[in-house]
C-alpha cells in the first residue's frame, strides 16, 4: 500500500476502520491468540542512550539491577510460563551485546528452554554478529527479538548511540540465518502519524514474523517520562489497523505498556482491530497483566490461546 494512502485512511471512521483491518486479519487467521513471556535474564547498565530506557545508564530510574542470572532460574521461569499458558519463552538481556563467558551462558540458558517439551525458545540479546547469531540458533533459538523502535525518521529524537540502519541490518542477519524475526515498535515516543505509517512500511519490509507493539509506559527517571499525553487510546487503536492493512499475515503482538495505557475495552478493540498474540506476565523492569485478566478477556472475545 502507497504512503499517501495509508495517511488517508487512518482518517476514516474508526469503527470503518477496525472493520477493514479485521476483516484481513479473518482472511488470514484463525480465532487463536500466540502467547509468550519474557524474562529479564539480565537487567540495567545499559551503555546505549535509548530516552525510553529504564535500563539506560544515561537515564535515571530507580530499577533492581542484577547481572546474568542462573541456568536453572531462568529454565524454572519457562516452566512457570509453559503452565500459564504461554507457548513461547523469550530470554532477555539489557546491553548492546554480551560476548565471553556472559555469551557462553547465555547458549547454556537457550538449551535449558529449548529442551522444554512444549516451549519454544525465543531471545533478545543486542546487536549480535553474525557467528553469534549461528551459535544462538543452533543451541535452540527459533525467534530473535530485535525492534526498529521508531521510524528512520524519527530514530535519532530517540537514541543515537546506535541508528535504525543497525537495528534493520540485525534483523535481515536473523533471517538469513534462518531464525524467525521478532521485530516491533514503541508507539507514543511523540512521533507522528506518519512517522508510524514509515514504521510500518519499514516493517513490511523485514517481513517480521510477529511484530510487538509497545505503547510508550514513561518511566519516572528516563528522559520520555512525562510523556503520557504523546498518544490516546483512540490512536493507538488506528495504528493495530494500519499494521495489520500493511502486514495482512503477520502476528500483531500486544507487547509493553497495554496495561497502563489502554482500558480493558479499548484492549478487547484492539483484539478486533489485528492483535493476535499477546506478551504475557511482567515486562522487563514492569509489571504486567495477570493471566487470569487475560484469558477472561480472550474468552470474552470468543479467542483460544496457542
Given amino acids: ?26 482472511e488470514n487467521f484463525k480465532n487463536e491468540v500466540e502467547v509468550c513471556s519474557i524474562i529479564s535474564a539480565k537487567t540495567g547498565k ?43 519463552f523469550c530470554i532477555v538481556t539489557s546491553g548492546r551485546s554480551e560476548s565471553g563467558a556472559d555469551f557462553q551462558k547465555i547458549l547454556e540458558m537457550i538449551r535449558a528452554v529449548a529442551s522444554i517439551e512444549g516451549i519454544h525458545c525465543c531471545a533478545s540479546l543486542g546487536l549480535l554478529n553474525d557467528e553469534q547469531i549461528k551459535q544462538i540458533k543452533q543451541a535452540g533459538v527459533e525467534r ?22 543497525d537495528r534493520v541490518n540485525t534483523v535481515k542477519m536473523i533471517t538469513k540465518n534462518g531464525i524467525e524475526a521478532c521485530t516491533g515498535v514503541i508507539i507514543g515516543m511523540g512521533e507522528t502519524r506518519e512517522d508510524r505509517i514509515d514504521m510500518a512500511l519499514s516493517l513490511a519490509e523485514l517481513n517480521p514474523k510477529t511484530v510487538p507493539i509497545n505503547i510508550l509506559n514513561p518511566i519516572k527517571g528516563t528522559s520520555l517520562e512525562g510523556f503520557e499525553d504523546k498518544i490516546t487510546e483512540e490512536e493507538v487503536i488506528r495504528t493495530i489497523c494500519i499494521f495489520r492493512l500493511v502486514m495482512p499475515k503477520a502476528i500483531l503482538r500486544y507487547a509493553g505498556g497495554r496495561k497502563t495505557r489502554l482500558s480493558p475495552k479499548m484492549q478487547e478493540l484492539g483484539l478486533r482491530a489485528g492483535i493476535n498474540g499477546l506478551l504475557a506476565g511482567d515486562y522487563l523492569t514492569t509489571q504486567g497483566v495477570e493471566e487470569m485478566q487475560d484469558r477472561l478477556m480472550l474468552e470474552k472475545c470468543g479467542l483460544k490461546k496457542v
Avoid at 502507497?2 to 482518517?11: A, F, G
Avoid at 551503555?47 to 530507580?62: M, R, V
Avoid at 530473535?144 to 540502519?165: A, P, V
Fill in 1 to 26: 500500500m502507497k504512503r499517501e494512502d495509508l495517511i488517508k485512511l487512518y482518517d476514516m471512521e474508526l469503527d470503518d476502520l477496525v472493520s477493514k483491518a479485521e476483516k484481513v486479519t479473518k
Fill in 46 to 88: 545499559c551503555g546505549e542512550n535509548c530516552k525510553y530506557c529504564s535500563q539506560s545508564i544515561h537515564n535515571h530510574a530507580d530499577i533492581h539491577c542484577h547481572p546474568l542470572m542462573e541456568v536453572e532460574e531462568v529454565k524454572a521461569a519457562a516452566i512457570k510460563a509453559k503452565e500459564n499458558g504461554a507457548s513461547r
Fill in 144 to 165: 530473535f527479538n530485535h525492534n526498529i523502535n521508531t521510524s528512520r525518521n524519527y530514530h535519532k529524537n530517540i537514541c543515537t548511540t546506535h541508528d535504525f540502519e
